[in-house]
């Protein structure tokens, strides 16, 4: 069973549009969510996070915004720009001494066209 | 500050071979996670360690074993390899447990 699951395996954007990338969760024992990057060959690259006493949390181009009712969050890249061509993962931590225990979803591959 | 170091970067084995790999986190964080991604069931916990003590672990069977020495590095061990194993094994370092992981590049493990 999935707890943490992106929808969609791929997303391609124009040069200078908006990405949002969606993540959707069913465990209401998370509390804590992050997003990550990766390019082939590499580990994952930490972007941003956001707390559940949070609904949005902005730095610079990435923003992520939280809707704890639904159990959605999404990633907003504003304007998206070539160097962003990567897989996004969406990953939830739970508020019981977790540590860095995270549960990944499958992965947004997002191909953004010069 | 380097990043965290994985080695090997790349590995064969056969079935039945047992095999380890190592990790070496940024200097000074204590907390050392291990993933598994494969393009079946994506980006997996495996099992935390802080402070040479095991944390957490992820719902793997007990072939999956790992260990943190006194200077943070880890090291994973995975005996009776079956081919399912073939993956992408990666490590994660954080300063302390619920702070930003930082992952190294990752071993590809390859069970023929």
């Known amino acids: 069973d999935q707890q943490v699951k992106q929808n969609s395996p791929s997303l391609s954007v124009q040069e200078g549009r908006i990405s949002i990338l969606n993540c959707d969760y069913t465990?209401?024992?998370?509390?804590?969510f992050l997003w990550y990057k990766k390019y082939p060959a590499e580990g994952p690259t930490f972007l941003i996070s956001i707390s559940s006493i949070k609904d949005k949390n902005e730095d610079g181009r990435f923003t992520v915004f939280l809707n704890k009712s639904a159990k959605h969050l999404s990633l907003h890249i504003v304007p998206s720009q070539p160097g962003d061509s990567a897989v996004y993962f969406c990953a939830a931590r739970g508020n019981n001494n977790a540590g860095n225990m995270l549960t990944f979803g499958g992965g947004t591959r997002l191909m953004v066209k010069p | 500050k380097a990043g965290v170091t994985q080695t090997p970067r790349y590995l064969i084995k056969t079935r039945g071979q047992q095999v380890t790999l190592s990790c070496s986190p940024i200097s000074g964080h204590r907390s050392v996670s291990w993933y598994q991604q494969t393009p079946g069931q994506g980006l997996q916990f495996l099992f935390e360690y802080f402070s040479e003590t095991q944390r957490n672990k992820g719902n793997f069977p007990g072939r999956f074993s790992g260990r943190q020495f006194s200077n943070s590095r880890s090291e994973m061990n995975v005996s009776t390899l079956e081919l399912g194993d073939s993956a992408l094994y990666l490590c994660a370092s954080s300063s302390d447990p619920n702070e930003k992981l930082f992952f190294g590049s990752g071993t590809q493990l390859s069970v023929l």
């Open positions: 465990n209401s024992m998370f509390d804590y």
